[in-house]
């Protein structure tokens, strides 16, 4: 008779929620009531190392309980298995697992079995109850829970584990209900900004037979939102005021007392403190700091662990009234250029940057001046027109933050006279006690002043009063002093008030003499043909507007002398010869000085060309140029006697 052996080489439980792996027979293992298992055996032949063999009948105990578990047959690969699905109420504790072929007789297999331990345990629960969704940095992580069996009865007096990621956190006891809660501050040492996954833990208990459990729950981890209220309602306020500003920084858990940072356009300006209940006050002074223009005020909170970080922007205009003073250099007149010295600063004495529009209302005249950087005083040229009187002199200021941008100012505009000497038998010279006669014009801007008075003063004393004709014209006769001597005679136009005419004076300097100078003039020259002579012509006049016949006068021409009496008229006739080559001549002369007339020297520049002189010869143009024409063909005939020879 042949021998056989069974061997039972593995046993495999696999469970779903405990997945049971792999064990050897002398192996302890647990599982789980209410979880269906899978019992597998090999049945070989010849040991552990022998073929398996097929077709065989194993049967399957709980040999604890004297259970049969269930019957299957090997297959080809010699492995048999059973399903076993724990009953809830199965005893808990070690079970003894029991595989056993009861041999074959005509396959010569001798029985066999195998067993293992089993450790039945119950599987454990853990309910949450009271989880919040959402915390904030430093708040505290309150829940509570409750730990069932696999028959939903509590179970005391087990510890529970809590843990964020692999960081424990806390532990706690059931209770005799099974509850056990949890207090967890929620610091930076565990916790995240976001999502924070919490997982609560029940180890398995192999002795009081419980299976683990665990559990997880998110928690929003957000740093709560905070705000900054202000009183501020205005929207603007005027240099050098001062700003007083009542703010509040809360949350939804109410006031928080922190330190606010100010900044002003961007540019950090003080720092505030609230107290308890998150009240604070901000004052500021409206000072050199703040430019006319619209200003950012930014109160900011940085934030801590637990409140986030929030700001307030305030925005408002600094205003300023404009100090300005104006000058206008009087007296103001028509048509000419008026000097307009302005000084414009504000509150602070500080330039303000603008433009100027300047208006004369009167008229609508206007223009616009860009004041200069970093300027306070400065002048312009501003021409007034008609009419006379009194003139709206308005000025504007471009820049919006100046609370007063427009000036008034009232200024009387005159037209200046002019008087215009037309005629004066002198010329700045005059013998004692001679006649003066003199025409004047008197005009303005636009017409001749007509009927109105002038005088005539000799070194600041009335000489004389006349009245201008329909055309402005005054004649002004007077006598020059007797005695020699240098005397400013005047001729005044006095102000009018009531025509806003302003005075003005013609001056004219008159030397009183007994020697009287003279003035020689070249009145023209021409060429006399027949005697070859340039006959020049020369006016001699006294300066005290004499014309006197015989004055002698002398002169050098090409080296000769000659001389000639004034006629008359004044009028000197000198004949002098032709210059052989053209060119410029220079005519000396001289007068003597006699009992009334200064003597004077000097000279005139005469200028002879080629024509004057074969002019004087008798040839003239048609001659010069036939002259020319006949040297140019005594030229030519030989030239073109000399073509044809070579032909």
Known sequence: MRNALLLIATLAFLIVASSIGTVGADEEHVAVRGQNITISVILLQNGSY????????????????????????????????????????????????NATFRGNESLFLVPSNQSFILNILASTEIVLQGVPLMLAPDDTLSFSVVLLDDTSNP??????????????LATAVTNSTGDASFSIHCNSSWSILGENVIKIVHEQDIENYYERAETNFSIEIQKIQTSIQSNFSIDSIL?????????????????????????????????????????????????????LSH??????????????????????????????????????????????????????????????????????????????????????KFTFLEPVGLHDFMIEIGNQFVINR??????????QPELILIYSNTFNFASPNQELNFIVQLADWSRNISDQPMHLLCDGEIVTSVITNESGIAIITAFAPNYEGIYNFSVIYPMNLTRYELSTKLDYLLTVSTSIPVLVELDYYEIVPPLQRVTVYLQVTCLNGSLIEGIPIYVIWLSIENHALTQKDGLSVIHLPVPGISGNYTLYYAIEQTHNIASLTGSINISISLVDILTSQGIGINGFGLGILTSLTIVAIPLIRQKYLAV
Not at 155 to 168: A, G, K
Not at 296 to 318: A, H, M, P
């Open 50 to 97: 022998g073929n398996p063999v097929p077709e065989q009948s194993i049967e399957f105990y709980d040999q604890t309980h004297n259970l049969l578990l269930g019957i299957d047959t090997t297959d080809v690969n010699g492995l048999a298995s059973i399903d076993w699905n724990i009953p809830f109420d199965y005893s808990l504790g070690p079970t003894q697992i």
């Open 155 to 168: 179970i005391n007096n087990r510890t529970l584990f809590v843990f964020s990621d692999d960081i424990f």
């Open 239 to 291: 240099l050098d005021d001062s700003l007083d500003l009542e703010v509040m920084l809360t949350s939804i858990d109410g006031g928080i007392s922190a330190n606010l940072e100010v900044f002003l356009d961007g540019t950090p300006l003080t720092v505030a403190t609230t107290d308890s209940l998150g009240n604070g006050t901000i004052n500021i002074a409206i000072n050199e700091q703040f430019s």
């Open 295 to 380: 200003h950012f005020l930014n109160i900011f909170y940085n934030g801590s662990e637990r409140y986030s970080k929030t700001s307030c922007i305030i925005e408002f205009d600094v205003l300023s009234p404009a100090i300005i003073d104006i000058e206008i250099s009087s007296p103001a007149a028509i048509g000419l250029d008026t000097n307009v010295t302005i000084s414009l600063c504000d509150i602070l004495g500080r330039p303000i940057e603008t433009t100027l529009s300047v208006i004369d209302i009167s008229n609508g005249r206007n223009m616009t001046i860009q004041v200069p950087h970093d300027t306070i005083d400065f002048n312009f």
């Open 406 to 415: 427009t000036i008034m100012q009232n200024i009387v505009i005159w037209s």
